[in-house]
Nanobody, 126 residues
Framework: QVQLVESGGGLVQTGGSLRLSCAAS????????MGWFRQAPGRDREFVAA????????VYADSVKGRFTISRDNAKNTVDLQMNSLKPEDTAVYYC???????????????????WGQGTQVTVSS
């Protein structure tokens, strides 16, 4: 089984920055896409960003494009999400996810990811 553990969440004021990290263990995931999703109370889990196994292919939600950057270090089995210029609407539990299938495109759907972390809370105050 694949285990994913997120870290780096916390409380930050509007305009601040946070860097989330996801550490993978168990099965090697170097050839699979990794992603970040977020879920606010009462809301559906929404796509934030994803990166393919090479690392050059990335996809971002329109709401975070230009502010967030996803990256991965295959040697360390980690994927990070650098979040800058944070806004109150970014407040959510952020989940790391791993795709169990090799694809020719960068997945964005919740149902396209097979492994999930427990989430880390990000709170952005006004």
């Amino acid at each position: 089984q694949v285990q994913l553990v997120e870290s780096g969440g916390g409380l930050v004021q509007t305009g601040g920055s946070l860097r989330l990290s996801c550490a993978a263990s168990g099965r090697t995931l170097r050839r699979y896409a990794m992603g970040w999703f977020r879920q606010a109370p009462g809301r559906d889990r929404e796509f934030v960003a994803a990166i393919n196994w090479i690392g050059a292919g990335t996809v971002y939600a329109d709401s975070v494009k230009g502010r967030f950057t996803i990256s991965r270090d295959n040697a360390k089995n980690t994927v990070d999400l650098q979040m800058n210029s944070l806004k109150p609407e970014d407040t959510a539990v952020y989940y790391c996810a791993a795709d169990g299938d090799i694809r020719s495109y960068v997945p964005q759907g919740v149902d396209e990811f097979d492994y999930w972390g427990q989430g880390t809370q990000v709170t952005v105050s006004s």
